[in-house]
């Protein structure tokens, strides 16, 4: 199939490289991918620790972040180490409600320990993902990016877009387009209404431990933060939410000293074995969330020309390859299964029924 007048995707980062993918790989053009950094992937799809991680308490993410595990493990399993993962808790409900008998093993206190070369104080129960590992999503995204590029997709950077009265505009100047893919993140609802929040978490390299290479990433839901190996480092968060109202589309969040403490009172606390940490890096990202923690794919209803795949929550580095086959599938014409038809209405935008929810009301 092909159209004079271009889709056109806004963003490149991994939502917006996995669209133009999709749309790519169904023979569709021509293809325009717009940007307003010099360069793609800078914003969430940069700021994040390349967890695979198969496990949300939202269970539609859930399903696709399986989905999205397997789709590294078979089609970028040199950009992505699947040593696992290991999920602790003791209190949270969360780790029980997260277990599933066909693909996860309880670990006693031994075999954590022998995985992890760690074990946290007090009482606790965890078990091991085998799907779960660390990827290299900004590999992932240049070969997305050439491979749409030499099948005929254009890729203009530097392009501020902007969306009026369902006319498009790139630089100010008036662009004809048959769609337009909304995949830009946290500026995603500065484009057009919905109820989507932009939150910063912080991410610290340190020195501490130390973990084995091949050791599974660890999540700890009880005191949430993780933290993995990274070379003779650590990678570690403290999962913190902080509302950004007015996301600088220049630059990361400004790191916040005081998430720094917190995160080193939750290590002392649960993984004092860890030893005293030395800090080495503090950054911090964006994630995108809507209320119910769903994500937003498909189709706009007030505007058919119009589809969102957006609000990824953190989990992009994991679903947005299944997450932009759902989000474009009108498109492509894409042969949905039954669970992912169902996943599909679940994050459809269609769910925000008068599309002014706001997080306070």
Request: glycine letters at 10%.
């Amino acid at each position: 199939m092909s159209q004079t007048k271009p889709i056109v995707v806004i963003g490149a980062g991994l939502a917006g490289l996995a669209c133009l993918s999709e749309l790519s790989r169904a023979g569709l053009g021509p293809l325009l991918l717009v940007e307003r950094h010099a360069s793609f992937g800078t914003q969430a799809s940069a700021q994040n620790a390349g967890l695979i991680r198969s496990h949300a308490s939202n269970p539609h993410t859930a399903a696709l972040a399986r989905r999205g595990a397997r789709w590294w493990a078979q089609h970028r399993a040199d950009l992505f180490r699947g040593q696992g993962s290991v999920l602790v808790g003791g209190d949270s409900s969360e780790l029980m409600a997260g277990f599933r008998r066909d693909e996860h093993r309880w670990l006693h206190k031994d075999q954590l320990f022998e995985r992890v070369g760690h074990r946290p104080s007090g009482a606790f129960r965890s078990f091991f993902n085998p799907l779960d590992g660390i990827a290299d999503p900004q590999a992932a995204m240049q070969i997305e990016l050439q491979n749409c590029q030499a099948a005929g997709a254009e890729i203009f950077l530097d392009c501020e877009a902007s969306l009026i009265d369902g006319e498009l505009f790139l630089n100010g100047k008036a662009q004809d387009f048959s769609a337009v893919v909304l995949a830009a993140g946290a500026w995603s609802s500065q484009l057009l209404d919905l109820p989507l929040q932009a939150f910063s978490r912080h991410l610290f390299r340190c020195l501490g431990g130390p973990l084995k290479p091949s050791s599974p990433w660890v999540w700890d839901l009880d005191e949430e933060f993780y933290f993995r190996s990274d070379g003779d480092s650590l990678l570690l968060s403290a999962c913190d939410e902080r509302v950004v109202a007015e996301p600088d589309p220049k630059h990361w969040p400004r790191s916040n000293p005081d998430e720094w403490g917190n995160l080193r009172s939750k290590v002392a606390r649960r993984w004092p074995s860890l030893g005293e940490l030395e800090l080495v890096k503090a950054s911090a990202g964006l994630r995108c969330l809507s209320p119910d923690d769903g994500f937003i794919l498909g189709q706009d209803p007030r505007n058919t020309g119009i589809y969102w795949c957006t609000g990824l929550g953190g989990h992009g580095v994991t679903c947005a390859q299944p997450a932009a086959r759902l989000a474009m599938a009108t498109l492509t014409g894409a042969s949905l299964d039954d669970e992912e038809q169902r996943l599909a209405k679940a994050h459809a935008a269609q769910r925000f029924a008068t599309l002014t929810e706001t997080w306070n009301g």
